[in-house]
């Protein structure tokens, strides 16, 4: 850790924030003063009513806000703002300040397909597509799933869907057939919306067979809504049981304003899905005022998004980030949308976008970061990126070398924001705030109102050292519950069973001298070697420097009734694992992490198995290093890798 940050907000630019404008009106109302970020987030923590309902009338949210903020101040059970009405739909084509004909939209399908859609063409599809589900008989609390790329018409789709109060839940098209099924075969969905088709790495993927598989197993759907993507939407469409083409399933209605069924915060808005790689996935149910309320935090106040912003995350229809884009329309900004392969033609194509549109926030994963370094590109001499003021690192620890290419090799002045959260809140525990600098290797603190801690074995608060990630306080977007969970055993079991009434995310984490956090990666992932417990994050840090190294991957192996430490590494072509470099390797950890973190076996492997949404897979190659099955290789993005880890000699000895 460095006292010296690699970025400090301009004093001039942190004041005209939309955070520091909110932490004036509350200071004006309150009398209360705040000197600095970690200030006003202890006071968000301690009067959260004040917080939230303050926030609500900032960000302008469109609804019936009630008087009461918080009901049944417990984990679980908490409901925010309990006499409200809102529709999710209606606050994100709402914004004020947006011009009918400017962008809501640019599309870009690698460098195949270029398009726009203005905000008035998205309401008119909105409304197009909300006539035609209610026609197919989709209702308050129906299930509308898609199997789609990160395509305009994609979030029409869920828009239309949540204006009536049914509930969305998607995927990308490369998951496969039972993977597709795992999930949707759970939620009965009674419309299925799936392209004709992608691409990816310039390859034409069609999609056809696959539905002639899934469809007939899915008896609940009324309807399957096939958006053109390939231009043979129309061949696909009449293969399939219900089958219609986008425009002939909109055909009938005539674009009007769109209809908002107002409803309780806490109405259902989507079922999101666990990674599913230790059985079959869970189904997160995540409501409409929950989610709405962290997300317009998160952009104005984290993100400081601002109406006419060039809002960019590149992600797929299948993680949560999407959901997180998707609501970056309540600000007013224009979102950047892109599907297919980043390193398609090559790894310049997302900065090319992010020139060609004058991209101002830049959300990527910590592996792309790492992918841009490793592949010696410099975008900082070849690209203007004059627009950018933020980007942003999720998926996995984004590690301190990563934290040094960005401004070394992407660009100076802006703020680099490391997040984290996940999934199970579709929001975030911890960020960025655009008035704190940014420090080599730490993401910046605590988001507004979320009471996040570490806490040891026993649960009581660490100032220092590494412990369990937890949230000692309700928040908004905890999920209502599990879908098919009578009782709600599986959710509590799943967050609340560590400690009672007591939310343990499952992350190993650790406080940083100047109040950020750094992420030593998931508790269950933890290595355990002689008792002493060590994160899988402080050892990818060390050995993915090494220009040998594309990436690595570790486990625990129980071996003579301990623990030792397994380190698989995909090398770089045309290098080999010998002695020399397996010593390299091993001084490189011990000495940039410590002793106990140096691996007992270093085994090179050709892959490293990956979920759908690009993060490693600990859990499952332990499984199956130990002989036991992976319960759901459909999970992953890659699962003929797990033949790999498989009877490996070394580690028999």
């Not at 200071?27 to 003063?33: F, K, M, N, R, V």
């Not at 056809?208 to 008896?219: F, R, S, T």
């Not at 329309?329 to 194509?349: E, K, M, Q, R």
């Not at 992932?525 to 040998?548: F, H, K, S």
């Amino acid at each position: 850790m460095t006292d010296t940050p690699l970025w400090t907000p301009d004093a001039d630019r942190a004041d005209e924030t939309q955070l520091a404008r909110f932490m004036a009106e509350i200071s004006a109302e309150t009398g209360q003063t705040f000197a600095s970020y970690p200030d006003f987030h202890r006071w968000s923590v301690e009067n959260r009513e004040t917080f939230w309902s303050r926030l609500w009338d900032f960000a302008r949210l469109v609804g019936e806000k009630g008087d009461r903020v918080i009901a049944q101040d417990t984990m679980p059970g908490a409901v925010f703002f309990p006499d409200a009405k809102l529709n999710f739909a209606e606050n994100l084509l709402a914004p004020a300040d947006t011009d009918p004909q400017g962008d809501a939209f640019v599309f870009w399908g690698e460098d195949k397909v270029r398009r726009r859609m203005s905000w008035e063409q998205l309401r008119a599809l909105v409304s197009r597509l909300q006539q035609a589900l209610q026609a197919a008989g989709v209702a308050k609390g129906d299930r509308v799933a898609a199997m789609m790329p990160n395509m305009p018409e994609t979030i029409a789709g869920m828009l239309a869907a949540s204006s009536i109060g049914a509930v969305w839940s998607s995927c990308s098209p490369d998951f496969g057939t039972r993977g597709v099924l795992d999930r949707f075969g759970q939620i009965e969905p009674k419309v299925l919306i799936t392209c004709d088709g992608y691409w990816y790495a310039g390859k034409r993927i069609e999609v056809a067979a696959k539905l002639g598989e899934i469809v007939p197993q899915l008896p609940t759907l009324s309807a399957v809504v096939v958006v053109p993507y390939l231009e043979q939407a129309t061949e696909v469409a009449a293969k399939l049981p219900n089958g219609t083409e986008l425009a002939a399933f909109i055909e009938p209605f005539e674009a009007k304003a769109p209809e908002f069924l107002r409803l309780p915060p806490d109405h259902p808005l989507y079922i999101l899905f666990s990674s599913g790689t230790t059985g079959i996935p869970k189904c997160i149910v995540h409501s409409a005022g929950g989610t709405l309320l962290q997300h317009v935090k998160e952009h104005r106040l984290h993100c400081d998004i601002r109406p006419g912003d060039r809002f960019f995350y590149f992600t797929t229809c299948g993680w949560m980030m999407w959901n997180w884009l998707a609501s970056g329309l309540a600000t007013g900004a224009t979102l950047l949308l892109y599907d297919g392969s980043p390193f398609h033609p090559d790894g310049n194509i997302l900065f090319d976008y992010a020139d060609a549109e004058g991209m101002t926030m830049f959300g990527t994963s910590a592996k792309f970061i790492d992918s841009v370094r490793k592949a010696e590109l410099r975008p900082i001499a070849t690209h203007k990126l004059e627009h950018l003021r933020l980007m942003t690192s999720t998926g996995s620890p984004l590690s301190p070398e990563g934290f040094s290419f960005v401004y070394d090799g992407i660009r100076k002045d802006m703020q680099l924001a490391s997040i984290s959260g996940g999934t199970d809140i579709v929001a975030c525990f911890v960020g960025g705030n655009p008035i704190s600098p940014v420090y080599v290797g730490e993401i910046q603190g605590p988001m507004l109102a979320m009471a996040t801690e570490v806490w040891d074995d026993d649960g009581k608060p660490m100032q220092s050292g590494k412990g369990e990630l937890v949230c000692t306080k309700a928040f908004p977007s905890m999920p209502i519950m599990f879908w098919n969970d009578p009782g709600g055993h599986k959710y509590r079991a799943a967050y609340f069973e560590r400690f009672d009434g007591i939310w343990c995310h499952g992350d190993f984490a650790e406080w940083t001298g100047h109040g950020g956090m750094i992420i030593h990666g998931r508790s269950d992932a933890t290595l355990n070697p002689g008792g002493v417990r060590i994160g899988t994050a402080e050892i990818y840090a060390q050995v993915e420097q090494m220009p040998e190294v594309i990436e690595a991957l570790a486990i625990g192996q129980t071996w003579d009734d301990d623990v030792r430490v397994v380190l698989f590494v995909r090398l770089a072509d045309d290098v080999m694992l010998d002695d020399e470099l397996t010593a390299m390797i091993r001084k490189r950890i011990r000495e940039g992490a410590s002793p106990r973190h140096v691996p007992a076996r270093v085994v090179a492997v050709k892959d490293i198995p990956r979920t759908k949404s690009g993060k490693i897979t600990e859990l499952a190659v332990r499984d199956v290093v130990h002989g036991r099955e992976v319960k759901n290789q459909e999970a992953l993005a890659n699962p003929e890798a797990l033949e790999f880890y498989r009877d490996i000699p070394e580690l028999k000895s």
